[in-house]
Nanobody, 118 residues
Framework: QVQLVESGGGLVQPGGSLTLSCAASGISLGHNFMGWYRQAPEKQRELVASIINGGSPNYADSVKGRFTISTDNAKSTVYLQMNNLKPEDTAVYYC????????????WGQGTQVTVSS
């Protein structure tokens, strides 16, 4: 059974930092497209950052230079380091995995709330 469990969300002031973690079980990170999505109220879910097998990451323009995605294959965990947070970063953040060889095998975490407010 595949599980993606996010943690690390919370309330932070503008300019602050948070690190989200996604603990994956039942899959190999090296065999999956791993991404972080977010969804703000009344907005569509958007891809924030992604990485494949430890290669070059990709970021949405809105977070470039502020967010960093990384993986620890030994811990089967994906991280999203978020710096210089802005109120517009407020959203529920979801961990996502899609198998590189069978694209129909995709999985979502339950989400973790990030609120940026003074």
């Amino acid at each position: 059974q595949v599980q993606l469990v996010e943690s690390g969300g919370g309330l932070v002031q503008p300019g602050g930092s948070l690190t989200l973690s996604c603990a994956a079980s039942g899959i190999s990170l090296g065999h999956n497209f791993m991404g972080w999505y977010r969804q703000a109220p009344e907005k569509q879910r958007e891809l924030v950052a992604s990485i494949i097998n430890g290669g070059s990451p990709n970021y949405a323009d809105s977070v470039k230079g502020r967010f960093t995605i990384s993986t620890d294959n030994a811990k089967s965990t994906v991280y999203l380091q978020m710096n210089n947070l802005k109120p517009e970063d407020t959203a529920v953040y979801y961990c996502y995995a899609r198998n590189l060889f069978t694209v129909s095998r995709e999985y979502w975490g339950q989400g973790t709330q990030v609120t940026v407010s003074s």
